[in-house]
């Protein structure tokens, strides 16, 4: 036996009074037999630290809910670094296909550009990686982990067959989480927010100003894709809206008093009509943000329902430079639906009621309004992206678009006015022959307008930055589209 069994079962052994079944010190002192008993018997060599840090623990942590972590040293450290760490690339904007990454943008002043690199460039490998014998799924993993330290990259410039190699080495970026500012119509703006961080709602007011702020008819404002962030922005961008006074968001935990955020007194809210967009990857504080809006009737949510991560988790450090993220409360929109979708766990209790408290599934809005709860902010207008079809996944599959979009720039200037005319249509679909794609009469009158589209997005892509782009992508988005429409009515 080893010592630190030894000192771990001594106490025990030692022990007059055996500890009562069922309590504390009797589970306890079963952990500690078991694992006394395989250390001293079992046909392999026990590990201390596997033991208990891939298993005894985390073991533990399973049966309370999916998002409480133990955090082995080296793990906690990597957490401690992140939290500190400053954000870092390489100033690149890229389109991520099947077994490809296209550059679209470069940042001015960034590494990207330092080095030459130019929107239509093909990433070939990445660090030894290469792009075309990995999942889709895997390829931002692979770029996130490649903006932490320099990187060796082979490219491909557009029309040439030479493969290029560039050496770049990360640096510190200001990118702001209010990443889309422009207006879809007279009176009418379009503001995304990637996240959540401590100087969104400066930015968020600062966007909405710049489209005319009081004075503005309506806003769409572009949460999908959102994971979330800082909670306090959250509430800081919901009080440029609902009136002073009014409930935000209330976390409730078994063993934290409940807390109340409401929008401060001295809030001079804006008043146009808002649409609030999302999907299943809006999180956490765009729920936030969501469902306080819903419930008090400022908004109109448009969209697929959204993730549904509505809890709080506190951080411990433990001993041995170990740590321990766990589960300690639950957010609530001001109607008391819970944000956070049901936990695989019904062991979880808190205030006498299960993991996830949703048990009345109906609730009233300021107005009387029914809203779901249930986990997730459902959306009062279900809307989907764009969808896709055989002609649309080759095309943008084989990077068709953008192939297309760098070959014209070589030999032509645009300007802002510029148009997809019925003669390029017919050029772009002699480029796609040429690569094989082949669609009959109907399937290429059918998605005429798409292609034009998608043909527009590329070429301003690359000439005027992605966010001009973005402009021409929103044309043929249904989700924006209908909240266009209720702008309107």
């Known amino acids: 036996m080893s010592r630190l069994a030894a000192l771990l079962i001594a106490p025990c ?27 001293s018997n079992a046909a392999d060599p026990v590990a201390v630290d596997q033991a208990f840090y891939q298993g005894a623990i985390p073991g533990l942590l399973r049966t309370l809910d999916p998002h409480s972590v133990f955090f082995p040293p080296d793990q906690f450290e990597q957490l401690r670094q992140l939290q500190e760490s400053t954000q870092k690339g390489f100033g690149t904007v890229v389109s991520i296909l099947p077994g490809r990454v296209i550059v679209l943008q470069t940042l001015p002043g960034t590494p990207s550009e330092k080095a030459g690199l130019a929107p239509g460039d093909e990433i070939l490998v990445i660090n030894g990686y290469e792009i075309a014998r990995l999942d889709i799924d895997q390829l931002p993993e692979l770029l996130t982990a490649a903006r932490q330290k320099t990187a060796q990259l082979f490219v491909r410039r557009a029309g040439s067959s030479t493969v290029m190699r560039y050496t770049l080495t990360p640096e510190a970026l200001q990118e702001s989480s209010v ?32 489209l005319g702020g009081h004075k503005l008819v309506g806003l769409v404002l572009d949460l999908r894709n959102n994971p979330g962030g800082l909670v306090t922005a959250a509430i800081q961008v919901a009080s440029l809206f609902l009136e002073p006074g009014l409930e935000i968001v209330s976390v409730k935990g078994r063993n934290a008093p409940e807390q109340m955020q409401t929008v401060p007194s001295t809030a001079t809210p804006y008043k146009c009509k808002l649409m609030i967009l999302i ?26 329902t959204s993730y549904g991560k509505g809890l709080v988790q506190s951080v411990y450090p433990l001993s041995q430079s170990t740590g321990l993220a766990l589960t300690t409360a639950f957010y609530y929109t001001p109607s008391g639906r819970s944000i956070q979708k049901p936990l695989d766990a019904s062991k979880f209790e808190l205030a006498g ?49 953008t192939a297309f979009a760098t070959e014209y720039l070589k030999a032509n200037k645009v300007t802002a ?42 070429v301003f892509n690359q000439a005027f930055g992605v966010e001009k782009g ?20």
């Not at 249930?374 to 649309?392: C, E, K, S, T």
């Open 353 to 401: 009621a299960a993991a996830n408290p949703d048990a009345r599934k109906i609730y009233r809005t300021d107005k009387g309004r029914s809203v779901s709860g249930g986990g997730g902010i459902q959306p009062d207008y279900v809307v989907y992206p764009p969808g896709m079809n055989r002609l649309r996944a080759a095309l943008e599959a084989s990077a068709s678009f």
């Open 279 to 304: 999907n299943g990857k809006s999180a956490s504080a765009s729920e936030i943000v969501t469902g306080a809006m819903q419930d008090h009737d400022r908004a109109t949510v448009i969209g697929e």
């Open 179 to 210: 990443d889309r500012t422009y207006f879809l119509g007279a009176g009418i703006g379009y503001v995304r927010i990637a996240s959540f961080d401590e100087n969104t709602a400066k930015e968020f007011q600062a966007a909405v100003e710049k």
């Open 13 to 39: 052994i030692c022990a007059v009074a055996q500890p009562a079944a069922g309590s504390l010190d009797a589970q306890m002192k079963s952990v500690i037999d078991a694992f006394a008993i395989a250390e």
């Open 470 to 489: 973005d402009e021409i992508e929103a044309r043929r988005d249904p989700v924006v589209q209908k909240a266009l429409e209720l702008i309107s009515n």
């Open 417 to 458: 006015e510029f148009e997809v005319t019925p003669e390029l249509v017919d050029r772009f679909r002699l480029f796609a022959a040429q690569r094989g794609i082949q669609p009959g009469p109907g399937e290429w009158s059918q998605d005429r307008n798409f292609i034009e589209n998608r043909m527009l997005t590329e």
